[in-house]
């Protein structure tokens, strides 16, 4: 029967053959009355299906055309342990070998992880091939980069069996991410974070990628990690301005997910200033755990995983608008309180909140004002180009109440009007 069908001339096809063998005919009998519309299909498909095959016979009645259809199987589920501690660096790598025993490591990190000594705490004297990034941060997360990576791991004869081991911050994180998922058509990927923000954010959820000269991330993949390791004692190198900063994903998951976790951190701020590992790694729990529950559910950004995206809308574009002088989290300080006057607006706030909101920020020393030298015109303009704006207009996360996000229509993302945007960005200043 496939033999007829590649030839073209098989005719009286049913619609179980169709099913059981699939389509391998002539578009103009596949879109056949006959092949498509079964009594057993409801009415709107049974609908669908006629104008569809009304347009394919008006387009190619003509023209004898072969399609062949290729079902992908679903992806088997899969998990990955994240596993938390205070000085566990220490003692990582003979469980790396257990876990990944198949596999051989090739670590990327960059030269200050490498000058706080964390790579030696990680590695010891063993002679394990690493890629060193120079310079750190933002300004390497480029696709030349993720190819120097990747060329490395040829020059050491590495192949499908490799584990690459990102040790590092967000940008780290993103760019061994990333050429984990293109090296070979995907090789598995161990995340070490050390920063506030990678641990409570970029290490878990699978986003990796490279910027372009015009936009972050502009290159990407999905690629979860097959393991996370998070050390809160790597925070204690931290630079004071990256670590505040980056509690602030922190603050933004308590907002959208966890009343009770805003409280702890209002509560314990103080210990988490001071870097107490016991608090830090209870806030580490607390992220992985809410961030989690988000990405099991809606793994590539379909609709519930937009709520990560609060305070991120108004965020970005403050980022973009700074020329980056702003580091992500102090941005998305400003989206959050950006966020907070939009929920005023909109009669989504009590009394209060946004005053408990802003003290958090405060004390975590990050801004809560635009900086005097961003032009709103520039800002409404950034604010346009979002990634997600549908027709020059993005939609934005709200929330109701803390620890819960506003829906509209089950969507976690709403509209809200130019002129409200507007008016909160003046509120701004
Ligand atoms: N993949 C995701 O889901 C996701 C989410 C949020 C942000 N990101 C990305 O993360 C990146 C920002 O990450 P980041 O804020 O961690 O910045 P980063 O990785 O650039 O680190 C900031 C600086 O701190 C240094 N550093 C890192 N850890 C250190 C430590 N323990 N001790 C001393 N110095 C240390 C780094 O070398 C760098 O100079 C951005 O590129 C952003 O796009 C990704
Ligand atoms: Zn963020």
């Known amino acids: 029967?496939?033999?007829?069908?590649?030839?073209?001339?098989?005719?009286?096809?049913?619609?179980?053959e169709y099913d059981l063998e699939s389509c391998i005919l002539p578009v103009n009998q596949l879109y056949?009355?006959?092949?498509?519309?079964?009594?057993?299909?409801?009415?709107s498909l049974k609908l669908r299906l006629l104008i569809k095959n009304a347009l394919y016979e008006l387009l190619f009645w003509h023209n004898l055309m072969i399609e062949h259809e290729i079902k992908i199987p679903a992806s088997p589920a899969a998990s990955y342990r994240i596993t938390i501690g205070t000085g566990i660096l220490d003692t990582l790598w003979p469980?790396?070998?257990?876990d990944f025993r198949r596999y051989h490591p090739f670590v990327v990190t960059d030269e200050n992880l490498v000058s706080a000594g964390h790579?030696?705490?990680l590695l010891g004297d063993k002679s394990i091939p690493t890629f060193v990034i120079s310079p750190a941060g933002e300004i390497s997360k480029t696709i030349d980069t993720a190819v120097a990576i990747i060329e490395a791991m040829e020059k050491a004869y590495l192949g499908r069996d490799t584990l690459v081991v990102a040790l590092g911050g967000g940008t780290v994180g993103d760019i061994a991410g990333f050429a984990a998922a293109v090296f070979k058509r995907g090789?598995?990927?161990l995340q070490i974070p050390t920063t506030t923000l990678a641990q409570a954010d970029s290490a878990v959820g699978g986003k990796t990628g490279v910027d372009s000269s015009l936009?972050?991330?502009?290159?990407?993949?999905?690629?979860?990690?097959?393991a996370v390791a998070i050390d809160v004692a790597t925070l204690t190198t931290l630079d004071e301005r990256q670590y505040r900063a980056g509690l602030v994903e922190s603050v933004k998951h308590a907002l959208i997910a966890d009343s009770e976790y805003?409280?702890?951190?209002?509560?314990?701020?103080?210990?988490v200033l001071e870097r107490k590992p016991d608090v830090l790694e209870q806030i580490a729990l607390w992220n992985c755990r809410i961030k989690g529950r988000v990405v099991e559910i809606d793994p590539i950004e379909k609709n519930h995983r937009r709520s990560l995206n609060y305070g991120h809308t108004i965020g970005h574009a403050v980022e973009a608008a700074s020329?980056?002088?702003?580091?992500h989290g102090e941005a998305v300080a400003i989206g959050i309180i950006a966020a907070g006057l939009i929920e005023l607006e909109l009669g989504l706030s009590e009394p209060g909140r946004l005053e408990r909101i802003r003290m958090i920020l405060e004390k975590l020393d990050v801004p809560v004002k635009l900086p005097k030298d961003l032009a709103e015109k520039d800002l409404i303009d950034l604010v346009k180009r979002d990634k997600k704006a549908i027709n020059k207009w993005p939609r934005f996360v709200l929330i109701g109440k803390i620890g819960e996000v506003y829906r509209q229509d089950e969507q976690y993302a709403v509209d809200v009007a130019p002129d409200v945007i507007e008016k909160v960005l003046k509120e701004l200043y």
């Open 95 to 98: 469980r790396v070998e257990v």
């Open 215 to 226: 936009s972050k991330n502009a290159f990407g993949a999905f690629w979860n990690p097959s």
């Open 262 to 271: 805003f409280d702890f951190l209002e509560n314990r701020l103080d210990d």
């Open 187 to 189: 090789v598995p990927v």
């Open 32 to 43: 056949s009355p006959a092949l498509g519309i079964d009594k057993t299909y409801p009415r």
């Open 119 to 121: 790579l030696h705490k």
């Open 1 to 16: 029967m496939a033999n007829l069908r590649e030839s073209g001339l098989a005719t009286n096809t049913t619609q179980e």
């Open 323 to 327: 020329g980056f002088d702003l580091l």
